[in-house]
């Protein structure tokens, strides 16, 4: 079963402007992970925060944890075309700590 | 350094017949991961391998699905006999080993039964 979800489903933004997206997510996790997918490609891993952080940065790249509410963010600055992707938040699974559970994903839609 | 290598990266094929992916990890990786991705879904984990070993299969439909990692390198995941249900992007990926989070995927093979 799927462990987290993101919301919205769906964002359409002007190029310059910033995108933010939310996951929630029902257990207990020690880390979460988001990762990003171009239309026909694989997934590419943006960043893992841990369950003691609360905040981590990686270059247009800001996700924040809140494990009392159990939800995350990503939120990207200065948003790009080359931005135009579905992200996607991944938590260890409940019946193992070494897989990875998938929400349903956001699709970016960033306009020129 | 290479990615993960899948082929084929599209397969079409009719009902009934069977079809084969193959997937070549990162050098070096331990971990390998089969998904099913359906549709504006997120990938759903179908099997897992620690070098040669399946560790966790409960996602599989043994029924018509099967995959193997013979030497602890590539890995081959068969469907026999497809169904039109079975359309989807099957996503190989890899880690390190069991202990790295961090997964690496390859471009996937979109496969469309008919």
């Known amino acids: 079963s799927q462990q987290g979800e993101e919301d919205p489903q769906a964002l359409s933004i002007q190029e310059g402007e910033n995108a933010t997206m939310n996951c929630s997510y029902k257990t207990s996790i020690n880390n979460l992970q988001w990762y990003r997918q171009n239309s026909g490609r694989g997934l590419v891993h943006l960043i893992l925060?841990?369950?003691?952080?609360r905040e981590k940065h990686s270059g247009r790249l800001r996700v924040t944890l809140d494990t009392s509410k159990k939800s995350s963010s990503l939120l990207i600055t200065a948003s790009r075309a080359a931005d135009t992707a579905s992200y996607f938040c991944a938590t260890p699974s409940t019946g193992s700590a070494r897989q990875l559970t998938f929400g349903s994903g956001t699709q970016l839609t960033v306009l020129p | 350094e290479a990615g993960v290598v899948q082929s084929p990266r599209y397969k079409i094929i009719e009902k009934k017949q069977p079809v084969a992916f193959w997937c070549n990890p990162i050098?070096?990786?331990?971990?390998l991961y089969w998904y099913l991705q359906n549709l504006g879904q997120g990938p759903e984990l179908l099997i897992r391998?620690?070098?040669?070993?399946?560790?966790?299969d409960s996602q599989l439909p043994k029924d018509r699905f099967s995959a193997e990692r013979l030497k602890g390198v590539d890995s081959t995941l068969k469907i026999q006999p497809a169904e039109l249900g079975d359309s989807a992007v099957y996503l190989c990926a890899s880690s390190l080993d069991a202990r790295q989070e961090t997964q690496y995927f390859g471009p996937g093979t979109r496969l469309l039964v008919l």
């Open positions: 925060i841990r369950s003691n952080e």
């Open positions: 050098s070096g990786h331990n971990t």
């Open positions: 391998y620690e070098n040669e070993e399946a560790v966790d």
